[in-house]
C-alpha cells in the first residue's frame, strides 16, 4: 500500500485547504484512514479518522473546522481544512491499516510522506 498526499501550501489565516491522499497497491481490506499532523518540536498528533463504514471522528482542536472524508471510486482519502490558524501549521500526513483497532490506537501500518500546511 503506497499513500501520496498533496495539496499542502501556504494560506492566510481564515483560509482553506483541501488535503488529497490518493491509496495505491493493494487497497483491499483498509478498514481504518486518518490524518495526522506534527508541528516542529512537537509530537505527531492526531487530527481525523474514518473506519468501518464511513464513520468519522475528530481532534477536539479541528472539530467542526475540519472535514475527512473519501472518494473510493478514486481510492482517494480527503481532508477540507477551513477557518485555518496559524497553529494548524505542520505536516500533514494520512495514513491506513487494515485493522479497526488502528483507529483507536493510532498504530497505523502505513503512511504517506506527507504535504506541508503552512497558516500565516
Known amino acids: 500500500v503506497q499513500l501520496v498526499e498533496s495539496g499542502g501550501g501556504s494560506v492566510q489565516a481564515g483560509g482553506s485547504l483541501r488535503l488529497s491522499c490518493v491509496v495505491g497497491g493493494v487497497t483491499s481490506n483498509i478498514v481504518c484512514m486518518g490524518w495526522f499532523r506534527q508541528a516542529p518540536g512537537k509530537e505527531r498528533e492526531g487530527v481525523a479518522w474514518l473506519f468501518g463504514a464511513g464513520a468519522t471522528t475528530y481532534a477536539h482542536p479541528v472539530r467542526g473546522r475540519f472535514t475527512i472524508s473519501r472518494d473510493t471510486a478514486k481510492n482517494t482519502l480527503y481532508l477540507q481544512m477551513n477557518n485555518l490558524t496559524p497553529g494548524d501549521s505542520a505536516m500533514y500526513y494520512c495514513?491506513?491499516?487494515?485493522?479497526?483497532?488502528?483507529?483507536?490506537?493510532?498504530?497505523?501500518?502505513?503512511w504517506g510522506q506527507g504535504t506541508q500546511v503552512t497558516v500565516s
Open positions: 495514513a491506513a491499516d487494515r485493522q479497526l483497532s488502528a483507529c483507536l490506537t493510532s498504530k497505523f501500518g502505513y
